[in-house]
């Protein structure tokens, strides 16, 4: 049981709130039916069960707590930046995607008002933002998860990072990634 836990604490990486939700209510029904509201796995590999008492289930949600927080801690923020990615925006480049720059092109994919490419890249060498992967020209494809403008006319919570010795520009990618 204690390994179909550690089992289910790793897919938490990739939701880990609706993950652990669902560890938990997995562990309390497999180990226990009759005190589910006392049961659970811990990421350390033990398996509490508390009963049915109000002081247990605090009990129990503190250390499931702790032990998603630790979960959490260890998820990968994607792929690394690939080297030479710029740290500096192309104010040129970026401007063809920005409605009202002089340099804006009608049917490029346009930046949302109001979103700051440089804070967007910013996010991107923290690790904010995580790379999801490299288009065959080795730009990264990034998650801001959040809309960050459109893409064929549909918002898009993904960006291609164009990049040269020169700066990066932002350009919102296909909504549907694989």
Known sequence: MATAGRVALEGCKTNPALCLNNVGIFVADAV???AAVGTGVLAAGTVKVLGSTKEGAKNLAGELH???MNTLKNVSTGLPSP??????IHLGQQGKHITGHNNYIPGRSPLAEGVDPQKLLNGVHSGEYPIIRMTPRNQPI???GKPIGKYEGQPTNYGIIHYGKNGAHIVPANPIQH
């Not at 080297?83 to 500096?88: D, N, V």
């Open 32 to 34: 226990a039916p009759e």
């Open 83 to 88: 080297q030479g990615l710029s740290k500096e």
């Open 142 to 144: 990034v998650n801001f």
């Open 66 to 68: 702790n032990a998603g």
